[in-house]
Nanobody
């Protein structure tokens, strides 16, 4: 059974940094796609960042480009999201997603596996 467990969320002030972690168990995703999405109250789940480890590619939404960095540790089956210069509009529940294959990274329906989410709140 595949499980994704996120950690690292919290309450911070605008301009602060946080690092989210997502550890997968039950499958090695080092050759597949792992991503971060977020969902704010009353809004749809939206793409944040993704990595396709097989090709070493990373992808970012324009709203976080230059501030967020996705990285992975294949030995630990873990993907990270380093979030710098946080803004109040970054407030959301952040979800880790994974799939065994290379998938369209920005589409939530592409992913077979999801974590439970971790809350990130940025105060102004």
């Amino acid at each position: 059974q595949v499980q994704l467990v996120e950690s690292g969320g919290g309450l911070v002030q605008a301009g602060d940094s946080l690092r989210l972690s997502c550890t997968a168990s039950g499958h090695t995703f080092s050759s597949s796609t792992m991503a971060w999405f977020r969902q704010a109250p009353g809004k749809e789940r939206e793409f944040v960042a993704a990595t396709v480890w097989k090709f070493g590619n990373t992808y970012y939404d324009d709203t976080v480009k230059g501030r967020f960095t996705i990285s992975g540790d294949g030995a630990k089956n873990t993907v990270y999201l380093q979030m710098n210069s946080l803004k109040p509009e970054d407030t959301a529940v952040y979800y880790c997603a994974a799939d065994r294959y290379v998938v369209p990274v920005k589409i939530p329906g592409s992913y077979d596996y999801w974590g439970q989410g971790t809350q990130v709140t940025v105060s102004s």
